[in-house]
């Protein structure tokens, strides 16, 4: 009877052995359960997740519910700002409202200067700097790879000709270039009674509370560093057996470039463009905090702590509330980048 368990031990260790040899796991699966073993990785990708989702419902937390912004500042601006009260005046946090037209309202961060929820404007902030993160990171992510797999596959004098050009842009100061583009779209801004094309980007400018010139501005030159990644990465893959055996059965260069290369290089690709997303966010803080991006009333981290640096000692908390949150969302990009470069690469997992 002993001898049949053992037996019986032993053929399910085999089958176990044998399912674990049949059934590899793909370098998708090890990467992801590398990931989810990273905690501070998880940890800030949860809170990113959830910053979002309070950043998309950020129209039903605030003192006028299911309106939006725009709403809430024609509402201020008719009856609050008017009615006022001096103690909602950078009113301290867990304190009511004593306007009329907020009664019962608890400014769980405390008010602002002009009796403003910080909270509201806190989580309408969030909309701006993860619209910029994101946008920004795409199309440095589809510039760059387009252009360095362009680069890295015909080689010679394309190659040449393409990363002199790159060359040429990273000798120039980007935030000083940012920051001159960013003027001039200001001034055509103010400017204003174009027709045609330029009156349209202006009217979507406005529509969007002055994102799109930010977005322009910082996605014109961010792009050269993935261009860089994308070429040498372009560059170790067209060599192999893979691209050889492609070219061989008469695949054209479109489907070595999109079925063959593209696939092989993408994951390093977003990898690092994971790690720049903080220094985008950092941007566009930047620009607010010195007048040159988005256009107030539409709330921004950088405007905040423009606004609440010079009351930084009588009330603190205006400037703490935003700088907080920025200092979090930041270093939870960086976390998370972190974690990703550390599953998508093999060394990292000691293969």
């Not at 399910?12 to 990785?41: K, T, Y």
């Not at 055996?245 to 994971?274: D, K, Y």
Request: proline share 5%; charged share 15%.
């Amino acid at each position: 009877m002993a001898v049949a368990k053992q037996s019986l031990t032993q053929t399910s260790r085999d089958r176990s052995s044998i399912d674990l040899i049949s059934r590899p796991r793909s370098p998708l699966g090890d990467a992801w359960r590398s990931l989810l073993h990273h905690r501070m990785a998880v940890a800030s990708g949860c809170f990113v997740i959830f910053l979002a989702v309070l950043a998309l419902l950020a129209d039903y937390i605030n003192p006028f519910v299911f309106q939006g912004y725009s709403d809430v500042l024609d509402k201020l601006n008719q009856t609050a700002y008017a009615k006022q009260t001096l103690q909602d005046n950078a009113a301290l946090p867990m304190s009511q409202s004593a306007n009329p037209d907020l009664e019962g309202f608890v400014y769980w961060v405390g008010a602002d200067s002009l009796g403003r929820d910080l909270l509201s404007r806190t989580l309408y902030g969030a909309r701006v700097s993860l619209s910029v993160a994101i946008t920004a990171a795409l199309v440095s992510l589809i510039i760059g790879l387009a252009y360095g797999l362009t680069s890295g596959y015909f080689g010679g004098r394309v190659d040449e000709l393409m990363m002199r050009f790159v060359d040429f842009l990273y000798g120039l100061p980007i935030i000083i270039v940012v920051i001159l583009m960013q003027v001039y779209f200001k001034a055509m801004a103010r400017r204003g009674g174009d027709e045609g094309f330029v009156g349209t980007i202006l009217s979507i400018n406005a529509a969007m509370g002055g994102m799109l010139f930010v977005f322009i501005a910082i996605g014109a030159l961010n792009w050269i560093g993935m261009a860089r990644i994308a070429r040498g990465q372009t560059l170790s893959y067209k060599q192999k057996e893979f691209v050889e055996a492609a070219r061989s059965t008469g695949s054209r260069s479109p489907r070595i470039l999109f079925s063959h290369l593209l696939p092989n290089i993408l994951g390093p690709c977003i990898v690092q463009e994971t790690l720049q997303i903080p220094g985008y966010i950092l941007l566009e803080a930047t620009l607010s905090f010195i007048g040159l991006g988005v256009d107030p009333p539409t709330p921004s981290w950088g405007i905040m702590i423009n606004e609440g640096f010079l009351a930084l000692r009588s009330s603190p908390h205006i400037i703490l509330v935003p700088a907080i949150a920025l200092v979090v969302t930041v270093l939870s990009f960086n976390f998370l980048g972190d974690g990703l470069r550390d599953a998508f690469d093999p060394r990292q997992r000691g293969a």
